[in-house]
């Protein structure tokens, strides 16, 4: 069975702060791993890798995988409260591409 | 720019009534799921479908049944509503060169 697990659960930080977020995972034929991010709807797409060691960047959000360790971060410099959010990572393995979620870092950025 | 439109935005049930969700995509992805979101359990897959005229079940499908009705549409139905299934749920499509999914803006479904 696909495995997602994030870390930490929560996190609250003050504007400006940097943050990095955790996700491992155990998936049967891994093709790639996402970012969203979630605020009071629907997620919206952040980043999607499927290369070990390459970093995708946007603005103040950057993530990075690492296939051999099986583990992904997603970092945001300068964090504004606009940032506060569930950021969800999933993974996509096997066939069909279904999406594996973990339960999310819920990300509190205070003034 | 419609992208993927789910209806209702928001039900209440009685337990044991019946209801349909409705989700259509216009972006012509063959692929297309239905997820349900529980407070501190992320999103579940419950259904999903590959292609028209396939369906396959996903981590927790008891309860429900799904039809795709054509390539554009893919309802998911509630035959006796439990407390249970109370939740929000997602339906979502995906083409394979695209970045992910696109996701509908969910339907919050209470079943008293």
């Known amino acids: 069975e696909d495995k997602v697990v994030q870390s930490p659960l929560s996190l609250v930080v003050h504007e400006g702060d940097t943050v990095t977020l955790n996700c491992s995972y155990e998936?049967?034929?891994?093709?790639?791993l996402l970012w969203y991010k979630q605020e009071k709807k629907a997620p919206t797409f952040l980043f999607m890798l499927?290369?070990?060691?390459i970093e995708k960047k946007s603005g103040r959000l950057s993530s990075i995988l690492d296939k051999k360790e099986l583990f992904s971060i997603l970092n945001i410099t300068a964090t504004q409260t606009g940032d506060s959010a569930v950021y969800l990572c999933?993974?996509?393995?096997?066939?069909?591409?279904?999406?594996?979620f973990g339960k999310g870092t819920l990300l509190t950025v205070n003034p | 720019n419609a992208g993927v439109t789910q209806t209702p935005k928001f039900q209440v049930l009685k337990t044991g009534q019946s209801m349909t969700l409705q989700c259509a995509q216009d972006?012509?992805?063959?692929?297309m799921y239905w997820y349900r979101q529980d407070p501190g359990m992320g999103l579940r897959l419950i259904y999903y479908?590959?292609?028209?005229?396939?369906?396959d079940k996903g981590e927790v499908p008891n309860g429900y049944n799904v039809s795709r009705l054509n390539k554009r549409e893919f309802s998911l139905r509630l035959e006796s509503a439990a407390p249970s299934q109370t939740s929000v749920y997602f339906c979502?499509?995906?083409?394979?060169?695209?970045?992910?999914?696109?996701f509908g803006s969910g339907t919050r479904l209470t079943v008293v």
């Open positions: 979502a499509s995906m083409e394979r060169d695209a970045a992910g999914y696109t």
């Open positions: 499927t290369s070990s060691g």
């Open positions: 998936v049967t034929n891994f093709r790639s």
């Open positions: 999933a993974v996509e393995g096997g066939s069909n591409y279904k999406l594996t």
């Open positions: 972006m012509n992805h063959n692929s």
């Open positions: 479908s590959a292609s028209e005229g396939t369906t």
